[in-house]
C-alpha cells in the first residue's frame, strides 16, 4: 500500500487540506458572527440563513452569550466556493423566537475581500 502524507496550512481563517500530489479536498473558513445586543437571562440570541451551516432557515443555532450579555457570537466553517448567503438574528425568550426587523443581512465574500 501507498504511504499518504498529509498537510495542514493555516491562514486568515482558511483551512487547506491537500495530499502531497497537491489535490485539494477541503477549503473552509471561519466566518465569525457577532451581534451587540443586551439580552435579559432568560433570552438567547439564534441565527438563521440560507447555508445548511445556518439551519436552511428552519433550524436557527444559538451563538455564546458574554458574561455581561451584550456581546453575542458564533463561529462558522463556511466553504470557499460558496460566495453569498443571507442570514438573519433572532431573539428567543421563553421558547419564543422574534424574527430581527428589515431586510435579510447578505454575506458577500467579494464585498468582504
Known amino acids: 500500500a501507498k504511504k499518504r502524507t498529509f498537510q495542514n496550512t ?3 481563517g482558511t ?5 502531497l ?3 485539494q479536498l477541503q477549503v473552509d473558513q471561519e466566518i465569525r458572527f ?3 445586543h443586551k ?6 440570541v439564534l441565527l438563521a440563513g440560507s447555508l445548511p451551516q445556518l439551519g436552511s432557515w428552519s ?3 444559538s451563538l455564546q452569550t458574554s458574561a455581561d450579555r451584550e456581546t453575542h457570537t458564533i463561529v462558522i466553517n463556511i466553504p470557499i466556493s460558496i460566495e453569498s448567503f443571507e442570514y ?4 428567543d425568550s421563553n421558547h419564543v ?6 431586510p435579510n443581512r447578505c454575506f458577500d465574500r467579494s464585498a468582504s475581500a
Not at 39 to 44: F, K, L, M
Not at 88 to 91: A, D, E, R, T
Open 10 to 12: 493555516f491562514s486568515k
Open 15 to 19: 483551512f487547506a487540506y491537500s495530499t
Open 21 to 23: 500530489k497537491r489535490k
Open 34 to 36: 457577532t451581534l451587540k
Open 39 to 44: 439580552t435579559s437571562p432568560s433570552q438567547r
Open 59 to 61: 433550524l436557527p443555532i
Open 88 to 91: 438573519k438574528y433572532l431573539i
Open 97 to 102: 423566537a422574534l424574527w430581527e426587523d428589515g
